[in-house]
């Protein structure tokens, strides 16, 4: 079991200058745990070492991970809802007497006990923006009794973790500089535009659209679309007012 403190673990924390760094860190205070897989999942994973769209882990079996990504698990996942709707830690294994599951996330939850990488726990995290996400701890094979002191240990150093990780895309998203027409054309793909139809409601030629979506592709650090959009909001490039939702 862990000889790291919490009052260390802040301090390593704030030492952190990139989210490279930060995710050391992290997994590292889990480990000491005795925790065999962790994972974060949010909207900027892709800002950590190894992060795919919309996760990162370490530990999980990899025939898992490419089962989770393959067959898009992750619109099934019951988790990510559960742990928004209770806001608080919770054991996977106690997923199915918390929820009332649909046929598909049964389904997951079936496929996630078939993997036999034992339970684990589910833990929200909040911060700025309605920046959210959560953490999943594994246990693996090993039975693991979950004190309540533990539990709340683990929820602490997990929300001081993802604090610090919405400081540091912030301070990332703050130093981002598009044009106005940069931003103009960012603000129409949210809406859901294509290039061609920006185009023509801006006046100019699809080849410009094209060369300014991919110069703010660059300057954003992103691959699509959605990405680009939600960096944007990250950012405060992007309103809510922006987004073509009703």
Aim: proline share 4%.
């Amino acid at each position: 079991m862990s000889q790291t403190t919490v009052r260390s673990f802040v301090k390593d924390c704030a030492a952190a200058s990139d989210a490279a760094s930060l995710w050391r860190t992290i997994v590292a205070f889990f480990h000491d745990y005795d925790i065999e897989m962790v994972s974060y999942h949010l909207d900027n994973a892709e800002d950590l070492p190894g992060g795919r769209s919309g996760f990162v882990e370490v530990g999980f079996p990899e025939e898992w991970i490419c089962e989770y990504i393959d067959s898009n698990l992750r619109v099934i996942d019951p988790i990510p809802g559960l742990a928004a709707r209770l806001s608080r830690p919770f054991l996977w294994s106690e997923i199915e007497k918390l929820a009332d599951l649909t046929e598909q996330e049964a389904d997951f939850i079936r496929r996630r006990k078939a993997s036999d990488f034992g339970d684990g726990i589910a833990i929200p995290v909040f911060g700025p923006k309605g920046r959210n996400a959560y953490f999943g701890l594994g246990f693996g094979k090993s039975v693991v009794t979950v004190r309540p002191e533990n539990t709340f240990e683990m929820q602490c150093v997990a929300q001081i973790a993802h604090l610090r990780f919405c400081e540091l895309i912030e301070d990332t998203l703050r130093n981002i500089d598009l044009s106005p027409r940069e931003l103009e054309i960012l603000r129409w793909m949210a809406r859901g535009k294509s290039n061609s139809v920006i185009a023509e409601i801006l006046g100019i030629s699809r080849h410009t659209v094209d060369t300014i979506g991919r110069r703010l592709f660059d300057k954003l650090d992103v691959n699509d679309r959605t990405t680009a959009a939600i960096k944007g909001l990250g950012s405060g490039l992007l309103q809510i007012k922006d987004l073509d939702i009703v």
